[in-house]
DNA sequence: CTGTGGATCTCGTCG
DNA sequence: CGACGAGGTCCACAG
């Protein structure tokens, strides 16, 4: 892999190379103390410290203070990025069209530069989300309760589309939420709109929430409005096996 | 600033660095090439590709792919961290208890592997947000409109706390829904929500979605509903001056 | 510690 | 391109 690494560079020196890396799309990778300035859909300002930012060559610009998950600061992929020294400081500039918005960040010293040119082709498996735990219903609805039958397709209300809409075993409507974490009053919420687009038929209508857990103060609003809940876990299994070794096949 | 660089160190070396740095609760870099695997609340397999992670002294565990804004994996601050090396493979291991979750990082190359410790005392400052809207409104509630008057206190409904509580010129009660960015169809609806909690009073209730702009069909379902929009932007304003200079006082 | 809701949310999907 | 909704959301705040 073609990497270039730079330690304690001169602001001059950096700035070559920082143009020689956003030039090639390459990615960027920067210890430095700056101070940063956003404008836009909000307004920040950062004074100097020390922090270690990221670029990406699909405009993706990333600054990190020691702590947190989250970057501080950021501008999202597609963003367009320039770099000019003054006065010996040296200047990166993100600036983004719809929504107009720009990210600036003031560089007093870089520690480290680094660029590199890597090969990630592989697309990530993922697995536990709402949409897993809905066809593993679809595949198996007895897991609701034995007799209920899915409709095969979406069904939409003005409320929106409810995730699973069927019938039970004595032909009653039910309608399904899945929460694919813990659910919460608004899951309760949720449904309980659902249902009310369906108060003139007349008919009882079946409200189901399925979640792995429920918060108590959901649980207390469902029963209140005589909704039930079914405790189920999301389906974790991947397609291809996990390997936790280098082999070839992976 | 103490900062250490290693270019395309063996894997030896690189474990050793690694436990350096962990113990020193240092803020880590690597460019790497590694398998990843997360198992906890969701599921997910990465095959091999090139990296770049960073691993910083709160436990934070970022790995950044070459695209998209976002960490294709990662674990929260205090996330517990170790390393192994294992038939010159490399691996991290990221567990954490409550949600009990694990990410592994399988190395097979180290391009660049760093660890410093920096100075970064300043906190960030922000405008721009829902909150100064409302207190931009609170201290001039003509923006709202002529007479309006909103009570001091935050209002709860059993549909969550409303925003802004008052009334108008009038008497009419007003109950006012705040979004710092363009308005959707859920705002319409929320504000709907809270407006329903009052029908019993028999008096009309005004709702007013205040937003720096709106959906087209989130305004047609608010007029279809007898509501209003005001169009406002978040106030920006920070507390002190942004500077693009490095001087002393910033 | 849990629950709730905002966010420069991001990102995929669908129209 | 805009609207909409899920998310391993994260994160701050309140109870
Ligand atoms: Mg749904
Ligand atoms: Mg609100």
């Excluded at 430095?32 to 922090?51: D, F, I, M, Q, T």
């Excluded at 597609?78 to 020294?85: D, P, R, Y």
């Excluded at 649980?219 to 189920?232: A, G, Q, T």
Aim: glycine share 6%.
């Amino acid at each position: 892999m073609l990497i270039e690494i730079k330690h304690n560079p001169s602001n001059l020196e950096s700035m070559e190379i920082i143009n020689e890396a956003l030039s090639k799309r390459a990615f960027l990778i920067l210890v430095l103390c700056c101070k940063v300035n956003y404008e836009g859909r909000a307004r920040s300002k950062l004074g100097l410290g020390e922090r270690t930012v990221l670029i990406k060559g699909d405009g993706s610009f990333i600054i990190h203070q020691d702590r947190n998950l989250e970057p501080i600061n950021w501008q999202p992929p597609k963003t367009k990025l320039s770099v000019k020294l003054e006065n010996d400081v040296i200047k990166i500039v993100g600036m983004r069209r719809k929504p107009k918005e720009q990210l600036e960040l003031i560089i007093s010293t870089v520690h480290l530069i680094s660029y590199y040119f890597g090969s990630d082709t592989k697309d990530i498996e993922l697995a536990g989300y709402e949409e897993d735990m809905r066809h593993m219903i679809m595949n198996n609805p007895d897991l609701i309760e034995k007799g209920f039958r899915p409709t095969s397709k979406e069904y939409q209300t003005p409320q929106g589309f409810i995730d699973i809409y069927g019938k039970d075993a004595n032909g009653k409507i039910v309608i399904i939420e899945l929460k694919s974490r813990k659910a919460g009053i608004n899951a309760v919420k949720q449904l309980k709109r659902y249902i009310n687009c369906f108060l003139d038929n007349k008919e009882f209508v079946r409200g189901i929430l399925v979640a792995p857990s429920i918060t108590d103060d959901a649980r207390e609003l469902l029963e209140n409005n005589k909704m039930e809940y079914i405790s189920l876990d999301p389906p974790k299994e991947l397609k291809t096996k996990t390997t936790t070794t280098l082999d070839y096949f992976n």
